[in-house]
């Protein structure tokens, strides 16, 4: 093909994919996603002194008290039941067992000092069934959860998710070579850890412990968010090959988030709504353990949205931004 064939059908391919999308200015409003983005950062943080964090026994170690029960018992009551006794916060969990016959149970969990011993694994079921003659409360088992196996896991975790990060960074500058993919690969990253500070923050304003379940969104949210900031970059990769040399980096994005918003934002409205339709199935059936999953999930997911979108891409676009500038100056 000719230069001058090979032009004209660069400039009809220009025109084609500016007529088909709306280009919306992100870059101009970079400051104002960097301020939402830090003012959700000082708000997790405050909530840690409001609220409180609240470990899990599978982290800092306790007990596990299990019994059976019949009828309803609502579990706010239980823990406060417990907590009069024992001196310490009890987290109650309701469920079932099928060990021979169906029966309803509910778990206390604490942690204290003193050991909880037979003696007083008796006083204690003795209150609860003071409290509540008519639920036929009685001791299954009790079992105590060492702290160092919970520290181990939670080590492991952390490993995983560090080197899912580091990873990813390796990948994403391979990929993206093109477009710096080292800077492209540290920034999503950071979107990420972004992600992952806001779910933090839901467990911690939510009174949700750190248990298994956090462990869990983090790991799931790792893959999830990245997912749509990669689509992203591969769309600025595209288009640099499409529209002029001269095109600057900021109206490049532009037009590149202007041309992924709606798939991103249709794929995050798809998951977001399964998610919710579980929440809502969760809090009218009364199952907190899918809660503790499904509202963090939900919070994870549309923080990635907003990341991939808002986020990752305008970090990155001010840093070569102003790297090409410095280097323009020398």
């Not at 204690?124 to 896991?153: C, H, M, Q």
């Not at 769309?235 to 109206?251: C, F, G, S, V």
């Not at 992924?260 to 794929?267: D, Y």
Request: include cysteine; proline fraction near 2%; charge should be positive.
């Amino acid at each position: 093909m000719s230069k001058s064939k090979k032009k004209n059908t660069n400039q009809t391919n220009v025109e084609s994919l500016l007529k088909q999308v709306k280009v919306r200015d992100f870059y101009g409003n970079r400051r104002k996603f960097f301020v939402l983005s830090a003012v959700l950062m000082v708000l997790v943080l405050a909530s840690c002194f409001i609220f409180g964090v609240k470990i899990s026994i599978e982290f800092k170690g306790g007990t596990l008290a299990t019994y059976s029960y019949s009828g309803s018992v609502n579990e706010n009551d239980l823990a406060s039941a417990a907590k009069d006794y024992l001196g310490t916060s009890v987290n109650v969990q309701t469920g079932e067992t099928f060990t021979g016959e169906r029966q309803t149970t509910f778990t206390l969990s604490f942690s204290m000092e003193k050991a909880f011993d037979a003696s007083m694994q008796d006083e204690l079921l003795g209150k609860l069934k003071e409290k509540f003659p008519d639920a036929n409360i009685e001791s299954l088992e009790t079992n105590d959860v060492a702290a160092t196996s919970g520290r181990t896991f939670l080590a492991k975790c952390l490993v995983a998710a560090t080197f899912a990060a580091i990873v990813l960074i390796f990948y994403i500058a391979w990929r993206f070579k093109r477009i710096s993919g080292w800077s492209a690969g540290a920034f999503a990253v950071v979107a990420l850890v972004h992600d992952l500070i806001v779910v933090f923050g839901t467990f911690v304003i939510c009174g949700f412990e750190i248990d298994s379940n956090f462990m869990a969104v983090i790991l799931t949210i790792l893959g999830y968010s990245v997912n749509d900031t990669i689509v992203i970059y591969d769309r600025i990769r595209e288009n640099q090959n499409l529209l002029p040399a001269d095109t600057k980096l900021p109206h490049l994005v532009n037009i590149s988030l202007s041309q992924t918003m709606k798939r991103t934002i249709r794929t995050s409205v798809t998951t977001i709504a399964a998610m919710l339709i579980v929440t809502v199935f969760a809090v009218i059936r009364n199952v907190p353990s899918i809660q503790h999953f499904s509202i963090p999930m939900t919070v994870g997911m549309i923080s990635g949205c907003y990341s991939s979108l808002c986020l990752a891409p305008m970090l990155w676009t001010a840093w070569k931004t102003r790297a090409k500038k410095e280097k323009a100056e020398d």
